[in-house]
């Protein structure tokens, strides 16, 4: 659905990093994990395209007996679409196409939910431990980024009981290091069953696919490549499946088909 959405806040929570709180119409509280919108930045030309951010958290507030519904985003400033969404404020409009894509899949209640996230790759994350909370299945987070700035929202996901545990390359918070160091230590250690959900920069999920092929775990990523349309027309987002071959291409469209992908369904190069 397309529709008009209002600010309802906008907040810088680390260096280059907001969080933005949005009203939605009462039919987007069926948004699920992992899905996303196209978010239409100022009204001229320029940014020409929307840009995809995914739904970081969402709910209804009540006032004076009215229900609103609101949604949040989480977004790290990189380009011209991104700075020009940080210099809007509460009270703007924005034009909104969502909820959109094929979210996670909350899998089993019987296994440990094992959530890594690299950096602004936290974002479809959160929705998704609320969810598996709500189920009473046990979820871990695996937080990795660059330096203490990079791993955002820890006391949201604390505060749902989920149990953090963090690496940072530089060091300044967590273990020094790649998040994957914790997450294979936590692995050598488990007793049962786990599903592990992630999102990141690419070496992050690559590394990650490999460590759930060894281990043969189900692993479900969430791609954020480039994209236009968001709805399957331009075909500019597309992944490489597992079985793709000069002779018999084939590819996976991250918008629609995605952008949450089992792991061992794509192709990951050398
Ligand atoms: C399904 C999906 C969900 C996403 N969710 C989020 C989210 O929740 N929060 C968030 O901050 N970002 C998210 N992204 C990435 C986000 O869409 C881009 O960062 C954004 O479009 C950049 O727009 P811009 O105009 O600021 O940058 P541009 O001016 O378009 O580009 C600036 C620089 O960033 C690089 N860049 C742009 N887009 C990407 C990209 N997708 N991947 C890698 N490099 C890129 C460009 O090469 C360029 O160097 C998501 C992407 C997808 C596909």
Redesign the pocket.
Known sequence: MQFASQILSNVEIARDYWRIRLTAPREFAAATPGQ?VMVRIGGGLD?LLR????V?DLGTDETGGVAQVWFE???????????MLSTMRAGSAVDILGPL?TGFDMGGDDEEKLLVGGG?GL??LYLLATELVRRKSPVHLFAGGRTRDDLLCLTDFERLSVKCHCATEDGSYGAKGFVTVALNRHLDALAGKATLYACGPDGMLHALAKIAAERKLPCQVS?????ACGVGACLG?VATGKNHSPQTPDYRC??TEG?VFEASELQWGA
């Open positions: 996303f940014p840009r995809p951010l995914a970081f985003m989480l977004y790290k400033v990189v380009g011209k679409g991104t700075a894509g602004i974002a479809p791609l954020e490549g480039y994209m987002c991250v918008c952008p």
